[in-house]
């Protein structure tokens, strides 16, 4: 039994430290490209894991004052605080009227809700194209706006309705009863 156990922890050592680099490496990859100069990153002939070179910080100059990168990290950021709002709006209502439509119409409208999210985003791109233009939001960030609440709404809808069965039937429901459902009894 011992030497089993000793196996089963050298076993899942190996693991997790097969899947910690396998996951770090990227970051890694990340990391020694930044601080590499250019004739580095093309010689075929360096090791491409290692500095060859003197690292370098003309890559992050080049990045931070020669292109409008901190720009698109706040346009970005501006997109997916307003979608994220729009879709809370919407979803969380929506999911909770849902969980608690009882008979078959509440799981079937459920499902149909999660089959909506499985469109191809392709089939959708041509009416999507159409309502962007007619709303003259061609080029403008604005057109994320409106196009993106379309996917995430009714899988955060979905999302959401298993969350909503946490919360009691009725309101006026004590909250240690509410917390008697969700947390185990000690």
Do not use: C
């Not at 089993?4 to 899942?12: E, K, L, M, N, V």
């Not at 060859?52 to 080049?62: D, E, S, Y």
């Not at 009882?102 to 459920?110: A, E, I, P, V």
Request: aromatic share 18%.
């Amino acid at each position: 039994m011992f030497r089993g156990q000793r196996f089963y922890t050298f076993a899942r050592s190996a693991v997790v430290v097969v899947f910690s680099v396998l996951l770090a490496f990227p970051f890694y990859w990340m990391l020694i490209t930044t601080f590499k100069q250019t004739s580095d990153l093309y010689n075929l002939a360096s090791n491409p894991f290692l500095f060859n070179q003197k690292p370098t910080l003309a890559n992050l100059h080049l990045l931070f004052f020669e292109t409008q990168y901190l720009r698109w990290m706040g346009n970005t950021a501006l997109v997916g605080v307003i979608v994220v709002a729009i879709t809370l709006l919407l979803a969380l209502p929506a999911a909770y009227a849902l969980a608690r439509l009882t008979g078959r119409w509440g799981q079937q409208l459920g499902i149909g809700i999660f089959l909506t999210y499985l469109v191809p985003p392709t089939l959708l791109f041509i009416p999507f194209s159409r309502v962007v233009s007619i709303l003259g939001l061609q080029d403008t960030i604005w057109s994320l706006v409106v196009v993106y609440p379309s996917f995430t709404v009714p899988f955060s809808t979905w999302l959401l309705m298993g969350f909503s069965n946490l919360f009691p039937g009725n309101w006026k429901t004590p909250p240690w009863w509410t917390a008697s459902r969700v947390l185990p009894r000690s």
